[in-house]
């Protein structure tokens, strides 16, 4: 059993593994309908259990055709219905039953804290699926997606974000050390990442530049990441945050600095940083990188119930 927490600490030669198997995988079910198991059913009889502290649409649903179509089934708890929290049981205790009843445990939360701290005392394994300081079962999935889109290998092409500071970005930036990518961070000046994960970031030889100009962040890139100005329950002067922003929406001006055939990506939900343009033009992949989380959530949850081949 494994959890899946947070990129960082996960071994470069098993994410590669949770990519190669996600593309067999897709591969094989060109002429499946959604709702039909893989060959084998490898996780026949298995429930996972999800939880969201915060609100989600692809995750949750990604995560219930991942789990069905490997033959197991889900349960979503409402976090403010549980005895946890509210009625004063112990995490430890909601822990004990949550591995009584389920295989895995799926959880969206807003403490990082918690999450591990569920590690500690879960013996069926935890998957992190977004906390305030990564989203790491995304930014695997939009690997896959820039591997299959561009048909190299994520270490031969520029990457680029342009926008906040925020867990999505966290998680691209170990992607980029266990990958071993080139990243451009183009971000208003205060707004940078973290010392700690700049740190991190540094200690592991990531290949990162951080530009205070879009423009400069744009040049050359093979790929433009973007995500919300405004993360779920971000706790910030939201009219002053946007207002920082303006010069780092893309759009077709900035575009216009980059390759001719650069992909854009958005993890949705969106807002302002991207033009209605971009979003829905030529260049934008975001549908085909919702999609693919199904793919490679289901080799995730092989990969933590030991079962990858
Ligand atoms: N990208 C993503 O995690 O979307 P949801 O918040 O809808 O799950
Ligand atoms: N950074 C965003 C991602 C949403 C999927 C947030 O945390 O709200």
């Given at each position: 059993?494994?959890?899946?927490?947070?990129?960082?600490?996960?071994?470069?030669?098993?994410?590669?593994?949770?990519?190669?198997?996600?593309?067999?995988?897709?591969?094989?079910?060109?002429?499946?309908?959604?709702?039909?198991?893989?060959?084998?059913?490898?996780?026949?009889?298995?429930?996972?259990?999800?939880?969201?502290?915060?609100?989600?649409?692809?995750?949750?649903?990604?995560?219930?055709?991942?789990?069905?179509?490997?033959?197991?089934?889900?349960?979503?708890?409402?976090?403010?219905?549980?005895?946890?929290?509210?009625?004063?049981?112990?995490?430890?205790?909601?822990?004990?039953?949550?591995?009584?009843?389920?295989?895995?445990?799926?959880?969206?939360?807003?403490?990082?804290?918690?999450?591990?701290?569920?590690?500690?005392?879960?013996?069926?394994?935890?998957?992190?699926?977004?906390?305030?300081?990564?989203?790491?079962?995304?930014?695997?999935?939009?690997?896959?997606?820039?591997?299959?889109?561009?048909?190299?290998?994520?270490?031969?092409?520029?990457?680029?974000?342009?926008?906040?500071?925020?867990?999505?970005?966290?998680?691209?930036?170990?992607?980029?050390?266990?990958?071993?990518?080139?990243?451009?961070?183009?971000?208003?000046?205060?707004?940078?990442?973290?010392?700690?994960?700049?740190?991190?970031?540094?200690?592991?030889?990531?290949?990162?530049?951080?530009?205070?100009?879009?423009?400069?962040?744009?040049?050359?890139?093979?790929?433009?990441?973007?995500?919300?100005?405004?993360?779920?329950?971000?706790?910030v002067n939201k009219t002053k945050k946007i207002r920082d922003f303006k010069n780092f929406q893309i759009n077709s001006k900035l575009m216009s600095f980059a390759k001719k055939n650069t992909t854009?990506?958005?993890?949705?939900?969106?807002?302002?940083?991207?033009?209605?343009?971009?979003?829905?033009?030529?260049?934008?992949?975001?549908?085909?990188?919702?999609?693919?989380?199904?793919?490679?959530?289901?080799?995730?949850?092989?990969?933590?119930?030991?079962?990858?081949?």
């Amino acid at each position: 059993m494994k959890h899946f927490i947070t990129l960082k600490d996960i071994p470069a030669s098993d994410l590669r593994k949770i990519i190669t198997d996600a593309k067999k995988r897709k591969q094989k079910r060109k002429n499946y309908n959604t709702l039909d198991e893989d060959k084998g059913s490898p996780l026949k009889g298995k429930l996972l259990i999800q939880m969201f502290e915060k609100a989600s649409s692809r995750t949750r649903l990604s995560f219930y055709l991942a789990i069905k179509q490997l033959g197991g089934g889900t349960i979503t708890l409402r976090a403010n219905e549980l005895h946890l929290g509210k009625g004063g049981e112990s995490l430890a205790d909601t822990a004990k039953i949550l591995s009584t009843y389920g295989d895995g445990f799926m959880l969206r939360t807003d403490s990082d804290e918690k999450i591990e701290e569920f590690s500690k005392y879960l013996t069926i394994p935890v998957i992190n699926g977004l906390s305030p300081s990564s989203h790491p079962t995304q930014v695997l999935s939009d690997i896959f997606t820039v591997e299959e889109i561009k048909k190299k290998p994520i270490s031969k092409l520029n990457i680029c974000w342009v926008g906040d500071s925020n867990n999505v970005l966290n998680s691209l930036i170990a992607a980029s050390v266990k990958f071993s990518f080139k990243l451009n961070i183009g971000c208003p000046k205060n707004y940078e990442p973290k010392k700690f994960v700049l740190d991190w970031a540094k200690n592991n030889k990531a290949k990162i530049n951080i530009y205070n100009d879009a423009k400069k962040a744009v040049k050359n890139a093979d790929v433009i990441f973007s995500d919300k100005v405004i993360s779920l329950n971000d706790k910030v002067n939201k009219t002053k945050k946007i207002r920082d922003f303006k010069n780092f929406q893309i759009n077709s001006k900035l575009m216009s600095f980059a390759k001719k055939n650069t992909t854009f990506l958005h993890c949705l939900p969106r807002g302002t940083e991207v033009s209605n343009e971009v979003f829905l033009g030529k260049n934008s992949e975001v549908w085909l990188q919702a999609l693919n989380r199904v793919h490679v959530q289901k080799s995730i949850l092989l990969y933590c119930f030991g079962k990858l081949r």
